[in-house]
């Protein structure tokens, strides 16, 4: 059986070499591929700047600042017992439509069909 493992002390200069290369483009399309999927061009790094100026902006605004201040409270809010008081309120009347519309086809079908 032969050994899968690498020996690092078997290892010759062109070798550290290479392994050196593949880690540093392995290290450089992680980080492209990140920066793309969270929306930011790798190869327009002054945009990708500019939307980072614009973002701290909007947060030292004051209203925008009350405004995910409020978002935060609302968010825990619905956490919380009223939120969970408010959904149920909410799906039972959702549920209810839902039956007065069963309802209202089911004697709109009945008052149809001949007898």
């Known amino acids: 059986m032969t050994e899968s493992r690498l020996r690092i002390d078997k290892l010759g200069p062109g070798d ?3 392994l ?3 880690a540093d ?3 450089e399309k992680s980080v ?3 920066l793309t999927a969270i929306g930011l061009d790798p190869k327009n790094p002054i945009e990708s700047q500019a939307c980072f100026v614009r973002l701290r902006e909007m947060v030292a605004d004051p209203e925008s600042r ?3 201040d409020w978002t935060r409270r609302t968010r825990r809010r619905t956490e919380g017992i009223i ?3 408010i959904l149920t309120a909410v799906a039972l009347g959702v549920v209810g439509g839902c039956k007065a519309a069963w309802a ?3 004697s709109a079908v009945a008052s149809v069909q001949p007898q």
């Open 16 to 18: 550290i070499a290479l």
């Open 20 to 22: 050196r290369n593949v």
């Open 25 to 27: 483009e392995a290290a």
């Open 32 to 34: 492209r591929g990140m």
């Open 66 to 68: 009350t405004d995910m």
């Open 83 to 85: 939120g969970k008081a």
């Open 104 to 106: 209202f086809f089911v």
